[in-house]
């Protein structure tokens, strides 16, 4: 019962505010750097979509699944990341990363941010990327 309240509340953070851009669910990507860019995105129905120089191991996400990555973007403070992190060293060649979620993206160049990669190792494993 309590995991089931746990999975209704966090899916309530795909619905976005009165007046807030009507994005909704998830997308996470990489792009710039020497790298082939590529982008996924997680409809609020579970559905995945790839473009550029990715492949998932799965096209459809349960509501369990998206309840569960709404619930580590909310333990992770995501909300609350800045909207763009430029790690220190990291060379130009490398390429970014961005999550978004709803409405908010973030932006990480490099890996100095331990709540953004949470999220990001998660959005990965629950999609089967592979690049």
Do not use: K
Not at 7 to 36: C, D, E, K, W
């Amino acid at each position: 019962m309590l995991r089931a309240l746990a999975v209704v509340v966090a899916t309530a953070a795909l619905v976005p505010a009165a007046g807030a851009s009507q994005q909704r669910g998830f997308a996470f990507g990489r792009s710039g750097g020497n790298i082939q860019p590529f982008r996924v995105v997680i409809a609020t129905d579970g559905t995945v979509q790839v473009t550029g120089a990715a492949h998932t191991g799965r096209r459809h996400l349960t509501r369990i699944q998206l309840g569960e990555l709404n619930r580590i973007a909310a333990i992770n403070s995501f909300g609350t990341l800045p909207r763009s992190t430029n790690c220190a060293g990291t060379l130009p060649d490398v390429a970014a990363t961005f999550i978004r979620v709803g409405p908010r993206t973030v932006s990480v160049h490099g890996g100095c941010v331990a709540a953004y990669q949470r999220l990001w190792t998660a959005l990965t494993h629950t999609v089967g990327l592979s690049t």
